[in-house]
DNA sequence: GACGCGACCAAGCGCGCGCTAGGTTGGCTT
DNA sequence: AAGCCAACCTAGCGCGCGCTTGGTCGCGTC
């Protein structure tokens, strides 16, 4: 019998330095930041790094990898409700939580995605963006066709006005600050739903 | 008497490749963009550039003081009509209008600002950011003490949700395609102000 | 007490970066 | 014909980049 179970499944060291990494890329971006700077935020030297990783951008490979997986995966879980404006206010509340759950890897993706997807590697980053529009728009429609979503604006441009919205927040949203993740996904949804015009 | 009139007031050269080093700065962002490429793209030699610009750093700040300059001042203009709803109306219209007229402007303005504001040099930047919120912001509270628009959301928060979805629609909207600047902002502008529920 | 190994250090290689200094060219002016 | 000057070239400097190679250290295991 071996002790197997007490061994962390990734390296609990090299989690932490991907932490360190993904907080630099968000604030200076990907290309700016060099492998100086995150091994110095870490404490050790930049060639050490490479103990944990093959490469620079091999770190920001795990950290989307990691990110897409789990969010693509809630949108799925979410998206399988049968009421449209349910499902649309539980999508929009996931995006919100992942902006203050996964501040870093929001920001990345928000901000270096054309770079990284002209590079085959990172062809993943396409594929869940495809599968998460995917079922964004496919909630819009079904609730188009139903009559509880107007039908004179399309789908696809709503949707992207949605997800520019919730990503881009991640430049102002402060997690310590007077709102939480779900109010502000409230906030949103208020205005998104009836609009901020007064109907009296 | 001298011909001065004839002569252009910032050489036409200039001009031609600030515009082509705004589009690199735009498509790939202000550090993966080289000094070389700029002047590839320009057919002469790197060094050649030196002859327009101080430096690359004086590139962007040119490209984005003109642009700055001009959408404030329309920004201004548009301002001083009496009604909340019309003003922000040609607001939103003229947001999208530079979105369409200042693609790379308003991509490096999107990608660089978190970037640029670090420097001394680019304080003019924050200027521009907060006049333009001031304009905004003044608005939608006056529309929200007339009762024209819904007042149990911060004005400043629906700013910054329309600020966003306005300049990120650079990322999506291609110029020659479907819809026209004024189109895209009235679609926007109906799901803002009414809302995308029926309330049939 | 020898061994294995994860974590890190020491030293530096080669490349491409932004930028520079001085020279050349050709059209325009006088 | 001479001079001027905007535009561009030639050649390359120094720096900081991502990354590599071989070595050190200390903890846990048998």
């Given at each position: 019998m071996s002790s197997e179970a007490v061994v962390p499944v990734v390296s609990a060291r090299r989690e932490e330095i991907l932490a360190i990494a993904a907080g630099l890329f968000a604030e200076q971006g990907f290309a700016t930041t060099t492998v100086r700077e995150i091994a110095d935020a870490a404490g050790i030297?930049?060639?050490?790094?490479y103990h944990h990783f093959d490469s620079k951008e091999s770190m920001v490979d795990d950290l989307l990898r990691g990110f897409l997986d789990d969010i693509v995966a809630r949108y799925r879980a979410v998206a399988s409700g049968d009421d449209p404006v349910g499902v649309l206010r539980a999508l929009v509340r996931t995006g919100f939580e992942a902006v203050d759950a996964h501040r870093s890897a929001v920001a990345v993706m928000l901000n270096e995605y054309n770079l990284l997807?002209?590079?085959?590697?990172?062809?993943f980053l396409r594929n869940a963006a495809e599968e998460t529009e995917r079922i964004w728009v496919e909630v819009l429609e079904r609730g188009m066709e139903t009559g509880?979503?107007?039908?004179?604006?399309?789908a696809r441009m709503v949707y992207r006005f949605m997800r520019d919205a919730i990503w881009v927040s991640v430049r102002w949203y402060?997690?310590?600050?007077?709102?939480r993740p779900d109010e502000i996904a409230d906030f949103y949804l208020a205005t998104l739903l009836e609009g901020i015009a007064q109907s009296s």
């Open positions: 030297l930049s060639g050490s790094l997807i002209q590079y085959p590697r990172f062809a509880v979503f107007r039908a004179d604006v399309e402060r997690p310590d600050r007077r709102y």
